[in-house]
Nanobody, 121 residues
Framework: QVQLIEIGGGLVRPRGSLNLSCAASGTGSFFRANIAAWYRQAPGTQRELVAEINDLNTKYADAVKGRFSISRNKAEGTAFLQMNELKPDDTAVYYC??????????????WGQGTQVTVSS
């Protein structure tokens, strides 16, 4: 059973930086990582896409362009979100989402458990 584990959230002051990591476990030795993305959800709001990366390109929500950067290691099934110039509006629970192919489950989207990011002075 594939699981995504996220680390790197926490409390940071405005204009500070954080780096989120997402690691896939339970993939076995033969798997293929396809799309990786980060979403976030603030209290009382819907979950929204922050950034996405695939084999062809990356895309970002307008609110984070120029401040956030998504990257990944396909061979290891890991994904990262470097967040700079953080603002209080970035406060949310951040979720990793990856599309991973395995022989047993085929191509499936998986979610991490979420990690809290709080931007406050």
């Amino acid at each position: 059973q594939v699981q995504l584990i996220e680390i790197g959230g926490g409390l940071v002051r405005p204009r500070g930086s954080l780096n989120l990591s997402c690691a896939a476990s339970g993939t076995g030795s033969f798997f293929r990582a396809n799309i990786a993305a980060w979403y976030r959800q603030a209290p009382g709001t819907q979950r929204e896409l922050v950034a996405e990366i695939n084999d062809l390109n990356t895309k970002y929500a307008d609110a984070v362009k120029g401040r956030f950067s998504i990257s990944r290691n396909k061979a290891e099934g890991t994904a990262f979100l470097q967040m700079n110039e953080l603002k209080p509006d970035d406060t949310a629970v951040y979720y990793c989402n990856q599309n991973i192919w395995t022989p047993s489950a085929g191509s499936t989207y998986y979610w991490g458990q979420g990690t809290q990011v709080t931007v406050s002075s």
